[in-house]
Structure formats: C-alpha cells, structure tokens
C-alpha cells in the first residue's frame, strides 16, 4: 500500500490527476511566458514574432522529451502494478520543472518577476 492509498488503482488515479494539474500549470505558465515575450517586443518596438517561433519549437521539443522520458520511467514498471503510475509521476515532476524554468527565464533572462 503507497500512503493513505487503499490500492494501486486510487494511486494512479491520483498520479494522474496531479499530473493533469500539473499539465494546467504548465500551459498557464506558458501562456504567461509568451505574454511576456509579446510585452518586451512591444516595449523595444520590435515584432516578438521571431522569439515566439523560437518559444513554441523549443516547447514542441521538450513535451517529445518529457513524454519520451516519461515512457521510459513507466516501462521500468516491466508490466508490474505502478505501470501508469510511473508515468504520471514524472510528468509532474518534469512540468514542474519546466515550470521553474520559464521563471527562471522571466526572471534572469527577460529581467522581469510579473
């Protein structure tokens, strides 16, 4: 038994919520980066269309990292109980992570905290 789980089924449905808010937060921080990519463009009256581009390719590659990498934990389950719920774990550790990243990008990079 994991925690105040009863069974393996309850755990990975929890993992699995908590991976689809983690999933919510990615994209809201997502959306928060663009903005704030639009807004400096705006400020240097410069079109940010080309740092955006840059934006959604980088992004397009890390979701093929993250689900890659995450296929990968989950597999390691070899067919056993936590199969799916491995999975869900790393993507909310990873988007987190990513998370943490735009941030870290807002902030040191783009010299803003908004």
């Known amino acids: 038994m994991r925690g105040k789980y009863a069974s393996t089924p309850e755990y990975n449905a929890c993992a699995a919520r908590a991976a689809d808010k ?8 997502y959306k928060t ?32 990292f993250r689900d890659a990498n995450c296929t990968f934990e989950d597999s390691l389950a ?10 869900s774990s790393c993507l909310c ?14 902030k040191d990079v783009m010299g803003t905290d908004e």
């Open 78 to 87: 070899f067919g056993g109980t936590s199969l799916g719920g491995n999975s």
């Open 33 to 64: 980066l663009q903005d704030a990519v639009r807004a400096d463009g705006k400020e240097m009256g410069q079109s940010p269309d080309t740092q955006l581009g840059y934006l959604k390719d980088a992004q397009k590659q890390w979701i093929a």
């Open 93 to 106: 550790v990873l988007s987190y992570r990513r998370i943490d990243d735009f941030a870290r990008i807002k």
């Open 22 to 29: 983690a999933d919510a937060a990615l994209n809201h921080a």
